[in-house]
């Protein structure tokens, strides 16, 4: 299954449409209700925090050298960033799509009541 493509209808999905509406996403030319699967969120919370722990590391050694009090806020401020943005960007680039079968809403059931007489 290629990335972003819709298993209904084989269309694609444009990639900031799967990073901003991943929880209700719906295919454009198909109408079908569509989810990113697990394994591509997996894969892009890991990308992130691998590269935010990078990002933090290279910042630590930079500002570590440097006095002040707020020299600890550089390195987790920019680890933030990298994570956000690269866990979004892993998603626009490898996210694989599956259907949704419906809302996660609770289904109603009909409940009778047994009345003895
Ligand atoms: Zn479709």
Redesign the pocket.
């Known amino acids: 299954m290629a990335t972003r493509q ?6 694609a999905m444009p990639a900031g449409r799967v990073a901003a509406y991943s929880y209700d996403l719906v ?6 209700p ?1 989810a990113i699967s697990e394994l591509s969120r997996t894969f892009a919370a890991f990308a992130g925090l691998a590269a935010g722990a990078i990002v933090w590391w290279i910042a630590t050694l930079r500002f570590a050298s440097e006095p002040g009090a707020l020299g600890w806020v550089w390195p987790v401020f920019l680890a933030y960033l990298a994570t956000s943005a690269v866990a979004a960007l892993t998603l626009m680039l490898a996210g694989t799509l599956q259907l949704r079968t419906g809302d996660p809403a609770p289904q109603h059931e009909r409940v009778t009541h047994q009345i003895p007489h």
């Open positions: 819709c298993p209904n209808c084989g269309a295919c454009a030319s198909c109408q079908h569509l």
